[in-house]
C-alpha cells in the first residue's frame, strides 16, 4: 500500500511562490496517476493538477494554468507543485492524491484511492 506525506506549505505573500512536494513510499505502481487537490474551508475538495507517473502527461484546471506546474522526480518517487504568482484565492490545504484509471474521473476526490495528510497553504493579500 502507497503512503503520501505532502511537505512544502507555508505563509507567502500574494504575488510570491510556493514548491510543494509529495513523497511516495510503499507499493507504488509505474501506471499510476498522481494529483493535487485543494480545499478551503467551508469549500468542497477542487482538483488542481496531476501527472502520469510513468509518461508524464499533465492535467491542469484552469484557474492555475499558467502559474502551476506539476512535475515529478522518479528516482526520489517526489511529485512536484509549483505555484508562482500566488493569490488570495489560493490559500488553501492541498493535498496530493494517487489512483489508477482515474482519467476519467480526474477532477473528481472520490476518482482517487490514497491521500496525503495536507499542507496548508496561505497567501496573504
Known amino acids: 500500500q502507497v503512503q503520501l506525506v505532502e511537505s512544502g506549505g507555508g505563509l507567502v505573500q500574494a504575488g510570491g511562490s510556493l514548491r510543494l512536494s509529495c513523497a511516495a513510499s510503499?507499493?507504488?505502481?509505474?501506471?499510476?496517476?498522481m494529483g493535487w487537490f485543494r480545499q478551503a474551508p467551508g469549500k468542497e475538495r477542487e482538483f488542481v493538477a496531476a501527472?502520469?507517473?510513468?509518461?508524464?502527461?499533465?492535467y491542469y484546471t484552469d484557474s492555475v494554468k499558467g502559474r502551476v506546474s506539476i512535475s515529478r522526480d522518479i528516482a526520489k518517487n517526489t511529485v512536484y507543485l509549483q505555484m508562482n504568482s500566488l493569490k488570495p484565492e489560493d490559500t488553501a490545504v492541498y493535498f496530493c492524491?494517487?489512483?489508477?484509471?482515474?482519467?476519467?474521473?480526474?477532477?473528481?476526490?472520490?476518482?482517487?484511492?490514497?491521500w496525503g495528510q495536507g499542507t496548508q497553504v496561505t497567501v496573504s493579500s
Open positions: 501527472i502520469s507517473w510513468s509518461g508524464g502527461n499533465t
Open positions: 492524491a494517487t489512483g489508477a484509471e482515474v482519467i476519467a474521473r480526474i477532477r473528481r476526490p472520490t476518482a482517487w484511492t490514497t
Open positions: 510503499g507499493r507504488t505502481f509505474s501506471n499510476n496517476m
